[in-house]
Nanobody
Framework: QVQLVESGGGLVQAGASLSLSCVAS?????????MGWFRQAPGKEREFVAA????????YYADSVKDRFTISRENAKNTLYLQMSNLKPEDTAVYYC??????????????????WGQGTQVTVSS
């Protein structure tokens, strides 16, 4: 049974930093999966935040988080990270990690991902 478990969310003030983690279990070879972070704010659709290729480490970011967020992975620990800095109130959302068995291209569409975590709340106050 595949499980993705996010942690690290919380309430912070604008300008602060926060680090999210996602531990995967049940995936046959974690390093065969592209991994992504998505977020969903109240009343809005789930949106792409960042993704990292299964091998080679290529990373992709939404324009809204580029230069503020950093995605990384530690395959030996089956763990995905999202380091967030200079947080803004508009970053407030539930953040989800997702796994996609390695296709040729790293997807940014949520529908392309096979497995999802339960989400962790990030709230940024002004």
């Amino acid at each position: 049974q595949v499980q993705l478990v996010e942690s690290g969310g919380g309430l912070v003030q604008a300008g602060a930093s926060l680090s999210l983690s996602c531990v995967a279990s049940g995936l046959v070879f974690f390093n065969n999966y592209h991994m992504g972070w998505f977020r969903q704010a109240p009343g809005k659709e789930r949106e792409f935040v960042a993704a990292i290729r299964w091998i080679g480490g290529s990373v992709y970011y939404a324009d809204s988080v580029k230069d503020r967020f950093t995605i990384s992975r530690e395959n030996a620990k089956n763990t995905l990270y999202l380091q967030m800095s200079n947080l803004k109130p508009e970053d407030t959302a539930v953040y989800y990690c997702a796994a996609q068995f390695a296709a040729a291209m790293v997807p940014t569409r949520s529908s392309a991902y096979h497995y999802w975590g339960q989400g962790t709340q990030v709230t940024v106050s002004s």
